[in-house]
């Protein structure tokens, strides 16, 4: 029987769709998968026997990447399962960000009793007035699941839209309305364009990407967007942006004392993903990842690990080899196996920077004693056992 513990509440669709063959524990301790959203686990022990640990989300900053990867745990997360949900709300912050209906809405509200107050808006919502978005340019950093989305939708409403990523997938550029102008200058989105809207991932050399200096660039009166991670932007910087005219709103979800409540900023307490439909698109692939691995051997859209993937083992027997990515480690394991008289019917081995990953499918069943010596190798972090 498997195990697994929800470290906060994941949807039931996605928890259904567990065979009879898994059941949920509530210690941690017990458990060879966690489910997690956005509890803190880098003070959290981890126990010998745990395996996975899926997000259901795309941000793993919750996640100690590196200490799971030297116990070999492999770490999931559920990219795009809720970049629909994240794309709607970016373009309710660009209608928010261009008319005044923040400001509209609370004038109704402090009008309210007035017995006169449709014939007094008319004359009171010239204070409100904005602007149309179709025909503005549109800056979209990082072309991932949720930049594309956005992208594409804008093109729709008549912008002219900019797209910026230097490491833009296969797949995404595939999925790129050829309306999109593709940048290879940052500056270039800076300099052009009305709204800028963020979407990449909260590395070091993006942490405060848009600094005073890339504000020095935009022009005046430009609209910041962003549902990504709220360390992309300087805050200080843009608070001091807005006050000398050259942002005009910049639109975040994330609430924090530095923009709430201050001039210029429309700010979201993280709504993006928060929708029925996407939660249970995120539990349902991070409950699906979870049982390929658990139950294959395979690993999909992990941010610790390489991708790989034999399918479903028909062999007598399967073996998994997670270590380091160093020189000579494949013909060590391959020794032990020979040396036990057990043929290797297929092999996969992937890398991804200081780990590597190996599937072995073998033509007879693996003995206790090859699987002590692959773990006495040098630079093996952990040996599973598939079949």
């Known amino acids: 029987m498997l195990r697994y513990h929800c470290l906060n509440p994941i949807a039931n669709v996605g928890l259904d769709l567990f065979g009879d063959n898994y059941t949920k524990t509530d210690e941690l301790n017990d458990a060879q998968a966690v489910l997690v959203r956005s509890a803190a686990m880098h003070d959290l022990e981890l126990p010998e026997g745990l395996e996975a640990i899926a997000r259901a989300g795309a941000?793993?900053?919750?996640?100690?990447?590196?200490?799971?990867?030297?116990?070999?745990?492999?770490?999931?997360?559920?990219?795009?399962?809720?970049?629909?949900?994240?794309?709607?709300?970016?373009?309710?912050?660009?209608?928010?960000?261009?008319?005044?209906?923040?400001?509209?809405?609370?004038?109704?509200?402090?009008?309210?009793?007035?017995?006169?107050?449709?014939?007094?808006?008319?004359?009171?919502?010239?204070?409100?007035?904005?602007?149309?978005?179709?025909?503005?340019?549109?800056?979209?950093?990082?072309?991932?699941?949720?930049?594309?989305?956005?992208?594409n939708a804008a093109t729709k409403l008549g912008m002219d839209v900019y797209g910026y990523d230097p490491f833009i997938s296969v797949n995404a550029a595939w999925n790129l309305s050829r309306y999109v102008k593709h940048i290879n200058n940052l500056e270039d989105i800076y300099r052009e364009c009305d709204y800028i809207t963020v979407h990449v991932p909260l590395l070091d050399d993006t942490k405060k990407m848009l600094n005073k200096e890339a504000f020095a660039l935009m022009k005046d009166g430009v609209v910041i967007l962003n549902f990504a991670r709220d360390l992309l932007v300087d805050e200080e910087a843009i608070l001091e942006a807005i006050k000398e005219g050259k942002v005009k709103k910049y639109v975040s979800d994330f609430a924090n004392s530095t923009t709430a409540g201050?001039?210029?900023?429309?700010?979201?307490?993280?709504?993006?993903?928060?929708?029925?439909?996407?939660?249970?698109?995120?539990?349902?692939?991070?409950?699906?990842?979870?049982?390929?691995?658990?139950?294959?051997?395979?690993?999909?859209?992990?941010?610790?690990?390489?991708?790989?993937?034999?399918?479903?083992?028909?062999?007598?027997?399967?073996?998994?080899?997670?270590?380091?990515?160093?020189?000579?480690i494949i013909g060590k394991y391959t020794?032990?196996?020979?040396?036990?008289?057990?043929?290797?019917?297929?092999?996969?081995?992937?890398?991804?920077?200081?780990?590597?990953?190996?599937?072995?499918?073998?033509?007879?069943?693996?003995?206790?004693?090859?699987?002590?010596?692959?773990?006495?190798?040098?630079?093996?972090?952990?040996?599973?056992?598939?079949?």
């Open 335 to 387: 020794a032990v196996m020979g040396d036990n008289n057990i043929n290797i019917s297929d092999m996969t081995n992937k890398s991804r920077g200081d780990y590597a990953y190996s599937l072995l499918d073998i033509d007879s069943l693996v003995t206790d004693a090859a699987i002590e010596q692959l773990k006495g190798i040098e630079a093996v972090l952990k040996v599973r056992v598939i079949k």
């Open 59 to 151: 941000g793993v900053n919750n996640i100690p990447l590196d200490k799971c990867a030297d116990q070999g745990i492999v770490v999931f997360n559920t990219p795009g399962a809720n970049a629909n949900g994240v794309k709607e709300l970016v373009f309710a912050g660009m209608l928010l960000a261009s008319r005044d209906i923040i400001g509209g809405i609370s004038w109704v509200l402090e009008n309210k009793d007035n017995e006169n107050v449709g014939k007094d808006a008319e004359k009171a919502k010239k204070a409100f007035a904005g602007c149309e978005i179709a025909g503005k340019k549109l800056g979209v950093i990082g072309l991932g699941a949720i930049g594309v989305k956005v992208a």
């Open 262 to 328: 201050k001039e210029g900023c429309i700010v979201i307490p993280h709504l993006g993903a928060s929708t029925g439909e996407s939660e249970d698109n995120c539990a349902q692939m991070a409950v699906r990842e979870v049982m390929d691995y658990l139950e294959n051997g395979n690993i999909h859209n992990s941010v610790n690990f390489p991708n790989c993937d034999m399918g479903v083992c028909s062999a007598a027997g399967r073996v998994a080899v997670l270590h380091r990515n160093v020189k000579g």
